[in-house]
């Protein structure tokens, strides 16, 4: 797959870095969730990795590239969420944990198999517990010639600073909106639908594109216009968390699209232009605040298997009561 411009600039930078012999052994790459962190950091390995050529792009054909390209290069390392043990149906762990770190570290230790570098990749590195982070330490604190760690997160404040500060970190960055039009363009999308999901996206050309492809904007209408019904009175909160909850798969897509629709809510309350039909600013910020809180919680909390349809409910009712400007005050 080729690499977007976006992604495409920050790697040719690292690839100067690496001919020039400054890259360092741990890169921190950083960006928005769903901008290609992973694919940058995978079409940076296929070029470190690749026997053949020392320029341009990986050859393709060598034997480290065919290893590579099935998916069982022995020096590529991939370090991420693991199924949670005997967990029906199959659930994954939130978080990164020491023994993972451990495994990962020793086979990054040993020289690499085929004589090249090594790299391992750890995604998201945010969600490293905080005894994983530890053990990540020292390996960060003996680097190795030819052995490289990519960290990739879209939070990475929330990783400890003794990490953050010996890395190099490389920033993708949301494209220009000209630009992210061109290439949802480019991916075949018609002009309308792609303006309409890059608005919705917030600028963010591969959330819109995976929206554009899985029907992301027509989940979104609807779930504008349930929210909306309950805000109004017209449906009871309950009905349409149930019906939310009975699709599993969705839910936090839309409390995504609850949570960015509220917040364009808050931004028109303080003189932006109103976004959402059928919904009003809310003017009270402490009790707003309180309501993000709650939406939040609940955002965190969907990775359990609990019942949440209560808790969402709540969440829905409680817009209702959020103090709108009156008639008399405009
Ligand atoms: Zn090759």
């Known amino acids: 797959m080729s690499l977007a411009p976006w992604q495409q600039e920050p790697l040719e930078r690292v690839l100067a870095a690496w001919r020039a012999g400054r890259l360092g052994h741990a890169l921190l790459l950083c960006g928005p969730e769903g901008i290609g962190k992973r694919a940058l950091a995978l079409a940076l390995a296929a070029r470190l990795l690749c026997e053949g050529p020392a320029e341009g792009p990986p050859c393709g054909r060598c034997r480290a590239c065919q290893l590579r390209q099935a998916g069982s290069h022995p020096d590529l390392h991939l370090l991420s969420f693991e199924e949670v043990p005997n967990s029906s149906p199959p659930r994954l762990r939130s978080e990164l944990l020491v023994d993972q770190v451990r495994v990962a570290t020793a086979t990054a230790q040993m020289t690499a198999q085929r004589g090249g570098v090594q790299l391992l990749l750890i995604d998201p590195a945010d969600a490293l517990n905080p005894a994983a982070a530890n053990a990540l330490l020292k390996t960060l604190e003996e680097p190795s010639p030819g052995r490289y760690l990519l960290l990739l997160s879209a939070r990475p404040q929330r990783l400890p600073a003794t990490i953050r500060s010996r890395c190099q970190r490389i920033e993708l960055a949301l494209p220009a909106p000209p630009q992210a039009l061109e ?43 349930d929210w909306a019904a309950v805000a109004a009175g017209q449906r009871a909160a309950l009905g349409v968390a149930q019906a939310w909850m009975a699709e599993p798969a969705t839910v936090a897509l839309r409390l995504r699209f ?23 600013a809310p003017t009270d910020l402490a009790k707003l605040v309180a309501w993000f809180d709650q939406l939040n919680r609940l955002r965190r909390q969907l990775a359990a298997p609990l019942k949440h349809e209560l808790a969402l409910a709540g969440l829905l009712a409680g817009w209702r009561h959020l103090p709108a400007p009156t008639e008399t005050a405009r």
């Open 258 to 280: 609850v949570a960015d629709a509220a917040l364009a809510l808050a931004r028109s309350a303080a003189g932006g232009p109103a976004t959402v039909p059928g919904l009003t």
């Open 183 to 225: 290439w949802l363009l480019a991916q075949g999308h018609a002009a309308g639908p792609a303006t309409a999901a890059l608005a919705a996206a917030d600028g963010h050309p591969g959330l819109a594109d995976a929206w554009l492809r899985e029907g992301g904007l027509a989940l979104r209408e609807a779930t504008l216009r």
